[in-house]
């Protein structure tokens, strides 16, 4: 209540103030000055008095409210969210009509609720969504001040990387192809690294591999192939590979990997193929064989074991020329063989004796061996003739003549020398061999002045052989290491050649025409070819116009 038992303005005022609160839930702006004393009955403003030239109605800042009688209109409530009120109050006193101020407090902007944010600017990448609100909650009047900070508020969205689908790199070049001739294939590559799709993005379409036909040229007949390895020689531009029983070859395909190309990685020449560095390995080749050897005596003419029980041929005579007698006969000497098999006169084994034999026509000689040579070996010209082992005891070859050229005698045989192995070794016809020990193999001679002789069979070894085009339609043989070498099977020169190492320098055996010869470092000998040796390598020069001059080279599995 206010002074003298009357409700004051300020009384009013405030209960009206309050109520308006109450409404806006806020708190009023400026105070009603409780603190003043009562006759401070009139209220403090700056103003202007309305005339009757209608001038503007004055602008009140309210600071303290006393007075009498006091009659409030026209109000106007506004709030803002920082808790200021405003009102617009008119004025009228009862004593004083004509002094009437309008009193107007000032209405700042307040902020509506915020709302809800939008869609993201974009699916994928990092993206804004944005939302916002108004200056509405209230607006501003009467000259109170615009809401403070933003209307606007943003946060980033859709942060998961994008897609990327994969794209194609270059094609790469194209392989070797699978074969010299008759139709091959190359292909090439490419792959989806262009990008490469990552985060579910899709995979590259199309192949990524592709080929073409190569080599479409009709390849020679080739009836007889077999897979050599050849194995480049370090140091070396090129290395030669001589393919054994060829008498050249028709054509190459490399099995190697990589990009091995003809005539650049390899190639082949007469009877022998060649390789570079990185382009050596396993290889087919397609040859034509050196022709084989005039075929044996007919079966039935030889004895394919020592005691000839398979022996069906029409000898008819014995080991000392006497004539053998029927075998239907009994007369000069009468027997009980009647097999079927023992035909007229021929000389056959009924009954396991150590060779054939048969009756003779000479009533003094009751019974005689006859002379049935052995069959040519099924594998003559395939086995080596070279010693596998120091002393040779493993040597199977058909080496007959002795380091002196005689001929060896035959192992079942006790002329002209007798001896202990007729039986033992008989099977070995009379070829060079060691059944006792000896440091290489020999054999008994035909040479009556000379019991036993050894036997010139090499070492088998490994050489290392380069070859090389010369002048005048040569060919240049670079053989190296300690090893044997021999002249191809076809060679109208025929030698052989046993490389060593001799207090640290090479030393050649030579073999011409059973001859041996023996070079040193610096030597050269010329005969059906020309030898020489230099920085430790045999080089032999041949005639190569008619393709007789190609040379063997002697391996070792």
Not at 342 to 359: A, V
Request: charged content about 20%; glycine content about 8%.
């Amino acid at each position: 209540m206010g002074i003298r038992g009357e409700s004051s303005f300020s009384d009013i005022f405030l209960q009206t103030v309050a109520g308006l609160v109450g409404e806006a839930g806020d708190l009023v702006q400026g105070t009603v000055g409780q603190d003043q004393s009562p006759e401070d009955d009139h209220v403090q403003t700056r103003h202007q008095n309305m005339a009757a030239d209608n001038a503007l109605d004055p602008v009140v800042r309210v600071r303290a409210v006393r007075s009498k009688n006091v009659q409030l209109g026209a109000m106007d409530p506004y709030a803002n969210d920082e808790g200021q009120i405003s009102l617009k109050v008119r004025l009228a006193s009862s004593s004083c009509d004509r002094n009437v101020n309008e009193l107007l407090l000032l209405v700042n902007g307040g902020w509506s609720s915020w709302g809800s944010y939008g869609s993201c600017s974009v699916t994928c990448g990092g993206g804004n969504q944005y939302k916002s609100r108004s200056c509405s909650s209230p607006s501003p009047r009467y000259g109170g001040s615009q809401c403070s900070g933003s209307g606007r508020k943003s946060r980033q969205c859709s942060t998961n990387p994008c897609p990327i689908d994969g794209g194609w790199a270059d094609w790469g070049s194209y392989s070797a192809c699978s074969v010299t001739c008759g139709g091959g294939t190359q292909s090439r590559s490419r792959t989806c690294t262009n990008p490469t799709p990552q985060h579910n993005g899709k995979e590259c379409s199309g192949k990524d591999t592709v080929s073409q036909p190569c080599n479409t040229q009709e390849c020679p007949n080739c009836n007889n192939t077999k897979e050599i390895n050849c194995t480049h020689a370090t140091g070396a531009a090129n290395t030669t590979c001589i393919v054994d029983n060829a008498e050249s070859v028709t054509h190459v395909t490399p099995l190697v990997s990589g990009a091995c190309q003809l005539d650049t990685g390899y190639g082949f020449h007469s009877d022998s193929i060649w390789v570079t560095d990185g382009c050596d390995g396993e290889f087919t080749v397609c040859y034509i064989p050196v022709p084989p050897p005039p075929p044996p005596p007919p079966p039935s003419e030889c004895r394919d074991t020592p005691d000839g029980v398979d022996y069906r041929g029409t000898v008819s005579v014995t080991v000392s020329g006497r004539t053998c007698q029927e075998w239907s006969s009994q007369s000069p000497h009468i027997h009980s063989q009647s097999d079927s098999s023992l035909e007229k006169n021929y000389c056959r084994n009924p009954d396991g004796e150590p060779r054939p034999w048969c009756y003779t026509t000479d009533l003094l000689k009751r019974w005689e061996y006859c002379s049935i040579p052995f069959c040519e070996p099924s594998d003559a010209g395939t086995v080596e003739e070279c010693l596998k082992d120091p002393k040779g005891e493993n040597y199977i070859g058909y080496k007959s003549v002795t380091k002196s050229g005689l001929t060896c005698q035959h192992w079942e045989s006790s002329r002209p020398h007798s001896h202990s192995f007729t039986s033992s070794m008989a099977k070995d016809v009379n070829y060079c061999r060691n059944p006792d020990g000896e440091p290489s193999p020999w054999c008994y001679t035909t040479d009556p002045a000379t019991r036993w002789e050894f036997c010139s069979i090499p070492e088998c070894a490994k050489c290392n052989v380069d070859e090389e085009k010369g002048p005048n339609n040569t060919i240049i043989h670079k053989v190296s290491g300690q090893c044997h070498y021999s002249s191809h099977t076809r060679n109208s020169c025929k030698y052989t050649a046993k490389l060593l190492a001799v207090e640290g320098k090479t030393e050649v055996t030579l073999t011409l025409n059973t001859e041996d010869k023996t070079l040193l470092e610096g030597d050269t000998l010329e005969d059906c070819a020309k030898f020489k040796v230099r920085n430790g390598v045999l080089m032999i020069t041949e005639d190569d116009c008619n393709n007789k001059m190609s040379a063997e080279q002697i391996a070792i599995e």
